[in-house]
């Protein structure tokens, strides 16, 4: 099944990341204004960590929830790698050259640039293309999502009922682990912390998020084929789901949040106020028909599609070209704006029909699935409600 808007909400994503960093760059993020809700343009990496969880658990949800064979642990690693790693590799490597950066081309450096390592120490972090310590998160939950599938196929289940019950038990074991790194990280950090533990970097602390999006890719399998009340609801107004994320962005901006304050409740609140607005964002690209409504017709918008097409290489390359900019003396807001996205396009165009297009072709051709085989009839599953 296609989810034809999804490549406006990578392009939704990869902008206000965008946005975050012209914002940095120009000292926009402390004692202005609008400073509280430029700080939380990083809005644009939970909604990738939803996006990432609904499309790519979706396929192993499908699979379970029709009794057939879950697709082929070995062609999924392969699609992700070439997916992943050749465009990265090449970024990393023209990146650090083009300014200048020291350490990457060590031995300590390459294993941990080139090996997806940087999240994993604070001083490294942010080094590299310093955006990239999302990537290795992401990384680590391909890895983890084929287990997180063979766990779950462990758990039998007779009706949609039971199909759900199950799915949930893993999903909530997955949400708990997130919010335990969390809170753990949180008890071993200063009242005022000058560094954050790794652990608030790294995957334990994004389990949560990811999960969502994994729940939205559950309940889109079960509700497929059914216009039960809520799909009505946001087939007919997909605006209610996008007003939730909009107040959610504006809550996470005033640090309102049902925690109160201080360092460990702010961080908790803005992450989960984050995570609402990335499921607000998605669900109306899920669920009712993609032409209908005002939020689908600018989802399929064909600027805002091209954007995400080639939203990769806006994300690996943008932080670049902002502070090449910048550094030649482009200090005037809209000026760098306007000339760091024109240069990002045209670079992250430039990966994804000279490189990025090529490898996914290749990861298809060498990935190719056999027929599913159906391992016991799936008559036995109750109509959905």
Known sequence: MRFPLFNSLRAIAALTIFAYHVAFALGFLGGRTLSPWLAQLNVGVPIFFLISGFLLYRPFAQARFDRVRMPAIGGYTVRRVLRIVPAYWLALTVISLWLGLDGIFSPRGVGTYYGFFQVYNYSTVTGGIGQAWTIDVEITFYALLPLCALLARQIPFRTVKGFVRGEGALLALLFAGGLAAKLIAIHNTPANPSSLSPVLYAL????????????????????????????????????????VAGLAFYLVGTHVG?????????????HYLKAIVALGLLVPAVFGDPAHGLVRKLLANRALLWVGLVSYGVYLWHRAMITKLYDAGVHNSLGLFVLALAATLAVAAASWYGLERYALRLGRRLSRRRPLAVERPPTELEPAP
């Open 258 to 270: 049902p925690l109160g304050g201080g360092f460990g409740a702010r961080l908790l609140s803005q």
């Open 204 to 243: 334990p602390a994004f389990l949560d998020q990811f999960a969502i999006g994994m729940g939205l890719a559950v309940a889109s399998v079960v509700l497929a084929g059914h216009d039960t009340s809520f799909v009505r609801v946001i087939d007919r107004h997909p605006w209610i789901p996008w007003g």
